[in-house]
């Protein structure tokens, strides 16, 4: 029953900045894990951000951490990836996804962008050029 949509992907030049939203219905959100990813034309699918049960961990591929932070809010059932500092490489289409999947240390989940994500939203259009 869970449903997601994304939203606010658009064009915007180098260096810019995008927050795309994923939206879900029928949601507990301290019961999944949320996972963004990417897929350009030509290329495989890649993961690029998720955020865990609780959203209490969060996890970054290298190719950008330090620019993009997810966020949440569970009282919206709406996770946020904010992304700064766009580069032509990140344009691709991107999509949130949920799993009932996670990793334990002690009672501290831990996302992973490996798991296997269930639910998948639509995606948006995310293109960065001058």
């Known amino acids: 029953q869970v449903q997601l949509v994304e939203s606010g992907g658009g064009l915007v030049q180098p260096g810019g900045s995008l927050r795309l939203s994923c939206a879900a219905s029928q949601f507990n959100p301290d019961r999944w894990t949320i996972g963004w990813f990417r897929q350009a034309p030509g290329k495989e699918r890649e993961g690029v951000s998720c955020?865990?049960?609780?959203?209490?961990?969060?996890f970054y591929a290298d190719s950008v951490k330090g620019r993009f932070a997810l966020s949440r809010d569970s009282a919206e059932n709406t996770v946020y990836l904010q992304m700064n500092d766009l580069k032509p490489e990140d344009t691709a289409v991107y999509y949130c996804?949920?799993?009932?999947?996670?990793?334990?240390?002690?009672?501290?989940?831990?996302?992973?962008?490996?798991?296997?994500?269930?639910?998948w939203g639509q995606g948006t259009q995310v293109t960065v050029s001058s």
């Open positions: 996804a949920a799993t009932h999947g996670t990793y334990y240390t002690g009672v501290t989940p831990y996302c992973d962008l490996n798991l296997e994500y269930t639910y």
């Open positions: 955020i865990s049960r609780r959203g209490l961990n969060t």
